[in-house]
């Protein structure tokens, strides 16, 4: 019936209690010139560069690990659960490559290589050419392995236009 309401006095709140906090996660500044003098970078990019139509980064994640199983050691370290590869280097170095205007994802969520990208392997064709030949090989023996996943991407993509 009526009757007075009790007032609502805040309590402390404990330690025990989730809240919600901001991380704050520092990265470098990085420019191109860093990006020219790291081999690891330019092998990425050219890599990338290799897939005509643009490839996802699910794609690219599966294909240098299968790479790196065949022999093409990048230097990236791998944890797969299950059947899933998945390297924070990697994702890092595409946030790199993105960053600095040398790599894009398309519409359809694919990555693809800029005409300054491009521009900047021409430059420096010179410190992949030692591994050109062994990277297109394994890159023409492989990618056919990771096509199930970027259609995969490709479906889901077009699904939610």
């Known amino acids: 019936m009526g009757g007075l309401k009790k007032q609502k006095v805040a309590t402390p709140t404990t ?7 901001v991380k704050i996660v520092t990265r470098h500044v990085v420019t191109l010139s860093d990006v020219e003098k790291n081999p690891r970078l330019l092998t990425l990019l050219y890599i990338i560069s290799l897939a005509k139509n643009g ?4 794609a690219l994640v599966n294909l240098l690990y299968l790479m790196k199983e065949n022999g093409l050691n ?15 280097d ?10 600095t205007g040398l790599v894009e994802v398309a519409g359809n969520k694919k990555l693809v290589v800029t005409s300054l990208g491009k521009e ?42």
Do not use: H, M, W
């Open 74 to 88: 990048l230097g990236y370290s791998f944890v797969v659960i299950g059947n899933t590869p998945s390297s924070k």
């Open 55 to 58: 490839i996802s980064e699910k």
């Open 90 to 99: 990697l994702l890092g170095d595409l946030t790199v490559l993105k960053y």
């Open 15 to 21: 330690g025990s209690e989730k809240g919600k906090e």
């Open 120 to 161: 900047l392997l021409s430059k420096v064709a010179s410190v992949i050419s030692a591994q050109e030949d062994t990277i297109k090989k394994l890159y023409e023996v492989l990618y056919p392995k990771v096509v199930p996943v970027d259609v995969e991407i490709d479906l889901k993509s077009r699904a939610r236009r």
